[in-house]
Nanobody
Framework: VQLQASGGGLVQPGGSLKLSCAAS????????MGWYRQAPGKQRELVAT???????NYADSVKGRFTISRENAKNTVYLQMNSLKPEDTAVYYC??????????????WGQGTLVTVSS
């Protein structure tokens, strides 16, 4: 199983970016999908998660600005980021809890995509 993230880049404060992450490989099911980020010198932190039934959870710092969504048919999770701030600068990692069999679920990470918010 692999998670392939894309969509990072350089954006000015107040701008928008949309991240995508597609899961591929042999999977029985995909349960929770999410995004985490790690800024320089800081620990990795939760940004947002979404269940298969599309229940969502957000970090307080991004509520009202970021929206997580998923397309189950494409095994893909998205993160729409609006009103970006310099403090959103980080490497963003997608994450998924994937059922590799009917009885076994494993946690997978994507390779990370850099988001830089700067004028």
């Amino acid at each position: 199983v692999q998670l392939q993230a894309s969509g990072g880049g350089l954006v000015q404060p107040g701008g928008s970016l949309k991240l995508s992450c597609a899961a591929s490989g042999s999977m029985f099911s995909i349960n929770v999908m999410g995004w985490y980020r790690q800024a320089p010198g800081k620990q990795r932190e939760l940004v947002a998660t979404i269940t298969r039934g599309r229940s969502t959870n957000y970090a307080d710092s991004v509520k009202g600005r970021f929206t997580i969504s998923r397309e189950n048919a494409k095994n893909t999770v998205y993160l729409q980021m609006n009103s970006l701030k310099p403090e959103d600068t980080a490497v963003y990692y997608c994450n998924a809890v994937i059922g590799v069999t009917a009885a076994t679920s494993l946690n997978y990470w994507g390779q990370g995509t850099l988001v830089t918010v700067s004028s």
